[in-house]
């Protein structure tokens, strides 16, 4: 339907006076591509890495029958908000292209006409072991206390299909989010980038104002991606 996700996510979404990010269109055409089965981002405030997942999802829902999303989200306010945005993308999407997308939102749910849903789950081990996820994602991984006891209940989930598994957050610290993102590093199977808030080239004056207000230790860790 749409052929690519960058075509998809900037036709829909940007416009030439807000163009989509170079990190986000080439991320999103690793994705498709599927070189890599798992990525690590480490990415500042305010660069919109969620938004862009939401994108994603719903560019693969709409193209390929069956295939489910699940977000696994750091608590529950961010389990509402990210259900709420991906609700409301997947409108703004029906409206500007005409296609009828029979959405339907459901306990944390969208499903789609052909089949396809995102779901997004809180982080409960329990919520998540019968999932099936042809695209899994942990968001602000670092701020989860069980990331670990997560990370290995779900991402066999995403393997045992050949999917794909998305781990991304600001850096908490030396934590569990730490390490997995060293261990992805060694292996040529994994993709790790850093995105940090400067490399987005149209910060807001909400971001500036956001840094102003900070530490130096801490805007090199929340906004240029430093684990200290």
């Known amino acids: 339907m749409f052929n690519t996700p ?41 660069v919109g890495f969620t938004t862009c997942m939401i994108e994603y999802a719903i560019w693969k829902s709409i193209n390929e ?73 942990f968001d602000e991984a670092a701020f989860m206390s069980n990331f670990a006891q997560l990370w290995c209940a779900l991402t066999p989930i995403a393997a045992q299909c050949g999917g794909t598994t998305v781990i991304a957050s600001t850096p908490n610290g030396m934590n569990e989010f730490y390490d997995r993102i060293q261990v992805l590093k060694t292996s040529n199977m994994c993709r790790v980038r850093n995105i940090p808030t400067s490399s987005c080239n149209a910060i807001d004056t909400h971001a500036t104002q956001y840094r102003s207000c900070m530490s130096t230790g801490m805007d090199r860790a929340q906004c240029e991606c430093e684990f200290i």
């Open 6 to 46: 960058q075509n998809f996510i900037a036709d829909t979404f940007y416009s030439p006076s807000l163009p989509m990010y170079a990190w986000k269109a080439a991320l999103v055409e690793e994705f498709s591509i599927q070189q890599f089965r798992v990525h690590g981002v480490v990415k500042g405030r305010r």
């Open 65 to 137: 029958s069956n295939h489910q999303t699940v977000i696994v989200a750091h608590n529950r306010a961010s389990s509402n908000n990210i259900a709420d945005r991906a609700l409301a993308f997947a409108e703004i999407c029906q409206k500007l292209t005409g296609i009828n997308l029979a959405t339907t939102a459901c306990n944390d749910k969208l499903l789609f006409f052909n089949n396809s849903s995102i779901k997004v789950i809180e982080p409960s081990i329990n919520r998540g072991c019968s999932e099936h996820a042809d695209l899994l994602y």
